[in-house]
Nanobody, 125 residues
Framework: QVQLVESGGGLVQAGGSLRLSCAAS????????MAWFRQAPGKERAFVAAVTWSGDSTYYADSVKGRFTISRDNAKNTVYLHMNSLKPEDTAVYYC??????????????????WGQGTQVTVSS
């Protein structure tokens, strides 16, 4: 089992940058595929980015491709989401998630077993 705690959210102007962090407990962090999702008010939770257990493969939603970068440091039990060129439509609660499924990159919320509590990102215009 793994517990996840996000941090790094906040208020930023359009065009700005933020780095989200997700710290995982437990000794088997490298055994999990990781991802970031987000949920805006009145909308369903949406996939943002995913990274394999080793960090060698990543996948992004079209809406963030070229602006966001997901990475992980298994020695620190942490996954990151670097967000550049932020837009007001990026405003949401951002969640990190972990899956023990390692066959491929996963993008559906139902494929992830563990979730953090979320961190708010607000982008002003």
């Amino acid at each position: 089992q793994v517990q996840l705690v996000e941090s790094g959210g906040g208020l930023v102007q359009a065009g700005g940058s933020l780095r989200l962090s997700c710290a995982a407990s437990g000794r088997t962090f490298s055994s999990y595929g990781m991802a970031w999702f987000r949920q805006a008010p009145g909308k369903e939770r949406a996939f943002v980015a995913a990274v394999t257990w080793s960090g060698d493969s990543t996948y992004y939603a079209d809406s963030v491709k070229g602006r966001f970068t997901i990475s992980r440091d298994n020695a620190k039990n942490t996954v990151y989401l670097h967000m550049n060129s932020l837009k007001p439509e990026d405003t949401a609660v951002y969640y990190c998630a972990a899956t023990p499924r390692l066959y491929r990159l996963y993008t559906r919320a139902t494929e992830f077993d563990y979730w953090g509590q979320g961190t708010q990102v607000t982008v002003s215009s």
